[in-house]
């Protein structure tokens, strides 16, 4: 682990890292407890852009962990935050869900099928033909493409599902037109949550479970990385990649101790 000072503040992805298929990991809540009895700024961050943080904290706390939704960072609002800064009171096509929408109309924006001046992927379970055939003659007429995320799949009880990266590809060999992506493993996404916690790269750090977003982004947003081995990357796969986290632990339990 590089020598840094203590954190001020932690970002921690969540599936994986504090829940597995709907249950609380070991250890998940007493971390989050710890974060609230030091006093330390934090945010639990996610590639879901379905729901609303609302729904996000109702669904934790069916899990036995207690997150203000407040605390909770998604790339649909991750998104909205981006939009709103490069073009404010702007508008957009949107293929998404309520978390999609909700944030992208309290950032102001315009949801139209009309002359947008963005189209913006999001995740959904009920893609359509239709929605997607706009989306494309929208990029086409000069919209610009923006994805909450490039993740190719999403997980279901009966298997894999088709997610935001995939139709993104689909869009993209239709039109020529590559969207930018603002979730993990932008570190985008990073940036704009210590923005919400007024946090510093130099003071925090991130705790997840895949190599290849959570902690690839954390260290290109110049944050300590903490990996835990309690979801998508497994002890032998760490040395595939070319870059390390700062530390690799077993799973959140292990991170306590670190707060």
């Given at each position: 682990m590089t020598d840094r000072a203590p954190s001020e503040c932690w970002l921690t992805?969540?599936?994986?890292?504090?829940?597995?298929?709907?249950?609380?990991?070991?250890?998940?809540?007493?971390?989050?407890?710890?974060?609230?009895?030091?006093?330390?700024?934090?945010?639990?961050?996610?590639?879901?852009?379905?729901?609303?943080?609302?729904?996000?904290?109702?669904?934790?706390?069916?899990?036995?962990?207690?997150?203000?939704?407040?605390?909770?960072?998604?790339?649909?609002?991750?998104?909205?935050?981006?939009?709103?800064?490069?073009?404010?009171g702007g508008s957009a096509y949107v293929i998404g869900e309520a978390g999609l929408t909700t944030a992208l109309h309290e950032a102001g924006y315009t949801i139209t099928d009309t002359e947008p001046d963005y189209v913006v992927l999001g995740e959904t379970r009920t893609y359509s033909f239709e929605a997607i055939t706009r989306a494309i003659r929208l990029v086409e007429g000069g919209a610009r493409f923006i994805a909450t995320n490039p993740d190719a799949t999403g997980p279901s009880a009966e298997g894999s599902l088709p997610a935001t990266g995939s139709v993104a590809a689909l869009i993209t060999?239709?039109?020529?037109?590559?969207?930018?992506?603002?979730?993990?493993?932008?570190p985008m996404m990073f940036r704009s949550a210590l923005n919400r916690i007024d946090g510093h790269s130099e003071s925090t750090t991130m705790v997840g479970d895949r190599m290849d977003t959570d902690i690839v982004a954390g260290i290109e947003a110049g944050l300590d990385t903490v990996l835990v081995l309690t979801g998508s990357t497994r002890a032998e796969d760490v040395t595939r990649f070319p870059f390390r986290p700062g530390r690799v632990v077993d799973s959140i339990a292990q991170v306590i101790d670190l707060v």
């Amino acid at each position: 682990m590089t020598d840094r000072a203590p954190s001020e503040c932690w970002l921690t992805d969540m599936d994986g890292v504090l829940v597995h298929e709907g249950s609380a990991l070991p250890g998940a809540a007493e971390f989050l407890q710890r974060l609230v009895d030091r006093e330390r700024r934090f945010l639990v961050l996610t590639n879901n852009s379905i729901f609303t943080p609302r729904d996000l904290a109702a669904r934790l706390q069916r899990s036995g962990l207690h997150v203000p939704e407040e605390a909770i960072w998604t790339s649909a609002l991750a998104t909205a935050d981006f939009l709103a800064a490069q073009l404010p009171g702007g508008s957009a096509y949107v293929i998404g869900e309520a978390g999609l929408t909700t944030a992208l109309h309290e950032a102001g924006y315009t949801i139209t099928d009309t002359e947008p001046d963005y189209v913006v992927l999001g995740e959904t379970r009920t893609y359509s033909f239709e929605a997607i055939t706009r989306a494309i003659r929208l990029v086409e007429g000069g919209a610009r493409f923006i994805a909450t995320n490039p993740d190719a799949t999403g997980p279901s009880a009966e298997g894999s599902l088709p997610a935001t990266g995939s139709v993104a590809a689909l869009i993209t060999k239709a039109t020529g037109a590559e969207p930018y992506f603002v979730g993990k493993p932008n570190p985008m996404m990073f940036r704009s949550a210590l923005n919400r916690i007024d946090g510093h790269s130099e003071s925090t750090t991130m705790v997840g479970d895949r190599m290849d977003t959570d902690i690839v982004a954390g260290i290109e947003a110049g944050l300590d990385t903490v990996l835990v081995l309690t979801g998508s990357t497994r002890a032998e796969d760490v040395t595939r990649f070319p870059f390390r986290p700062g530390r690799v632990v077993d799973s959140i339990a292990q991170v306590i101790d670190l707060v």
